[in-house]
């Protein structure tokens, strides 16, 4: 889930590695794309404004926000009339042409996001149906249509179906479904990476492990989407041998090996190319969510305390979708993003572009809500009741909420 979608700036002009992309870049405000009312971010949205305003929407809902009208009209202004999203179209108004570079990812990630928003049956069963007209005979899906098949696109869309209450193994071509693609790139255990995923073979049909496709691949196996919370422990630590592992196992030998690859620093490394020597924060976020979808949870409370630590500047930098991520990954562990090493990444996300609303039923979203710094007000809650008794404090608290 990481702003990887960011390959659609590689694959629109060629180059897409055939290892998944990974880091995302930093705002870089385009002289040629301006951005517009109701988009989250300033920087330019030409590959990542569909994707990053998803991923903005999911993160809001699954806090208990209703975001902005503003912000849904936008995304759903991007939908082709075919049911497709493009990375991100500048004039929404015209129609979508055969030079309209729609992607499965950008598709993928809006149907989540609107079906989450609600009230969107028509946009989502269109841009459903456009995902399922794409598949691969291979039972996958390529970044763009009738491009080759990898992970991270197939579990993308393996998480708009599973959100649409649809079943993805259900979901076939020419008798193939998308977990039979994923068992195929799953690396065989006692081969090097064995485990993990690939995001998709190379020239010469090897597979070679990808972190930010096994984090990718993980969730999709276990049904997910963008939003996991905990799932139950697997039974082994170790990856087990399957010549065609079923989807939990696939699940939990992909877990194995990202528990394994965080386990002495904490997080991943960057394996963009050319990308110098350091953590890849938003894939780290990816597994941190993966591992507690398998339910291992010690290693993903582990990967999220190190983003605790270190990831806020690389969120200020990069903008809304990594605000997201790190909030989903919170979700997924039982944390509070609002108090995420000192700051809140509900207030820093929310403020990006157009203001959500609470809703008045998710209490349990305002205790995790950055604009109260729920953890220090409640601490000094208790020192007020304490002190001067509950009636004083049931006050207090009902001033200081947002």
Same mark, same amino acid.
């Given at each position: 889930?990481?702003?990887?979608?960011? @390959?659609? @700036?590689?694959?629109?002009?060629?180059?897409? #590695?055939?290892?998944?992309?990974? %880091?995302?870049?930093?705002?870089?405000?385009?002289?040629? /794309?301006?951005?517009?009312?109701?988009?989250?971010?300033?920087?330019? !949205?030409?590959?990542?404004?569909?994707?990053?305003?998803?991923?903005?929407?999911?993160?809001?809902?699954?806090?208990?926000?209703?975001?902005? #009208? #503003? =912000?849904?009209?936008?995304?759903?202004?991007?939908?082709?009339?075919?049911?497709?999203?493009?990375?991100?179209?500048?004039?929404?108004?015209?129609?979508?042409?055969?030079?309209?570079?729609?992607?499965?990812?950008? &598709?993928?990630?809006?149907?989540? @996001?609107?079906?989450?928003?609600?009230?969107?049956?028509?946009?989502?069963?269109?841009?459903?149906?456009?995902?399922?007209?794409?598949?691969?005979?291979?039972?996958?899906?390529?970044?763009? !249509?009738?491009?080759?098949?990898? &992970?991270?696109? &197939?579990?993308? %869309?393996?998480?708009?179906?599973? =959100?649409?209450?649809?079943?993805?193994?259900? %979901?076939?071509?020419?008798?193939?479904? !998308?977990?039979?693609?994923?068992?195929?790139?799953?690396?065989?255990?006692?081969?090097?990476?064995?485990?993990?995923?690939?995001?998709?073979?190379?020239?010469?049909?090897?597979?070679? @492990?990808?972190?930010?496709?096994?984090?990718?691949?993980?969730?999709?196996?276990?049904?997910?989407?963008?939003? =996991?919370? /905990?799932?139950?422990?697997?039974?082994?630590?170790?990856?087990?041998?399957?010549?065609?592992?079923?989807?939990?196992?696939?699940?939990?030998?992909?877990?194995?090996?990202?528990?394994?690859?965080?386990?002495?620093?904490?997080?991943?490394?960057?394996?963009?190319?050319?990308?110098?020597?350091?953590?890849?924060?938003?894939?780290?976020?990816?597994?941190?969510?993966?591992?507690? #979808?398998?339910?291992?949870?010690?290693?993903?409370?582990?990967?999220?305390?190190?983003?605790?630590?270190?990831?806020?500047?690389?969120?200020?930098?990069?903008?809304?979708?990594?605000? /997201?991520?790190?909030?989903?990954?919170?979700?997924?562990?039982?944390?509070?993003?609002?108090?995420?090493?000192? &700051?809140?990444?509900?207030?820093?996300?929310?403020?990006?572009?157009?203001?959500?609303?609470?809703?008045?039923?998710?209490?349990?979203?305002?205790?995790?809500?950055?604009?109260?710094?729920?953890?220090?007000?409640?601490?000094?809650?208790?020192?007020?009741?304490?002190?001067?008794?509950?009636?004083?404090?049931?006050?207090?608290?009902?001033?200081?909420?947002?």
């Amino acid at each position: 889930m990481n702003v990887r979608r960011n @390959a659609a @700036a590689l694959a629109a002009i060629g180059v897409l #590695a055939a290892a998944a992309p990974a %880091v995302a870049a930093g705002p870089s405000p385009s002289p040629k /794309a301006s951005v517009p009312a109701g988009l989250y971010g300033k920087s330019d !949205p030409t590959y990542d404004g569909v994707w990053r305003q998803s991923l903005t929407l999911v993160a809001q809902r699954t806090l208990g926000y209703r975001p902005a #009208a #503003a =912000a849904v009209d936008w995304l759903t202004g991007q939908q082709c009339a075919n049911g497709s999203f493009a990375a991100f179209r500048a004039t929404p108004a015209a129609s979508c042409g055969a030079k309209t570079m729609v992607d499965t990812n950008s &598709t993928a990630a809006a149907v989540q @996001a609107l079906h989450a928003t609600g009230g969107h049956d028509a946009a989502v069963t269109k841009a459903v149906n456009w995902l399922k007209s794409v598949q691969n005979k291979d039972g996958g899906w390529g970044y763009n !249509p009738g491009s080759p098949s990898d &992970t991270n696109s &197939t579990s993308v %869309v393996i998480g708009a179906l599973a =959100a649409t209450g649809a079943d993805p193994a259900g %979901v076939e071509k020419d008798g193939k479904s !998308p977990y039979d693609a994923l068992a195929t790139w799953s690396i065989p255990c006692g081969h090097d990476g064995g485990g993990a995923l690939a995001y998709q073979p190379d020239k010469k049909g090897e597979l070679a @492990a990808n972190a930010d496709a096994t984090a990718a691949g993980v969730t999709a196996a276990l049904g997910k989407g963008f939003v =996991a919370e /905990a799932g139950k422990a697997p039974a082994s630590d170790a990856c087990a041998k399957a010549g065609h592992p079923a989807p939990a196992q696939l699940a939990d030998n992909g877990g194995a090996y990202l528990a394994a690859a965080i386990a002495k620093s904490g997080h991943l490394m960057s394996a963009m190319p050319g990308a110098t020597d350091q953590p890849d924060y938003g894939n780290t976020a990816d597994t941190v969510v993966a591992l507690a #979808a398998d339910g291992r949870t010690a290693a993903a409370k582990k990967a999220y305390a190190f983003l605790e630590k270190s990831a806020g500047p690389w969120a200020a930098r990069t903008g809304p979708a990594a605000y /997201a991520q790190l909030i989903l990954a919170a979700h997924a562990v039982g944390a509070q993003p609002g108090d995420f090493g000192g &700051t809140s990444l509900v207030t820093s996300l929310n403020a990006l572009g157009p203001e959500p609303r609470m809703q008045a039923a998710a209490q349990q979203a305002k205790a995790s809500d950055g604009g109260s710094h729920a953890g220090v007000w409640w601490s000094v809650g208790i020192c007020l009741v304490a002190g001067i008794g509950i009636g004083f404090l049931l006050s207090t608290r009902k001033k200081r909420q947002p």
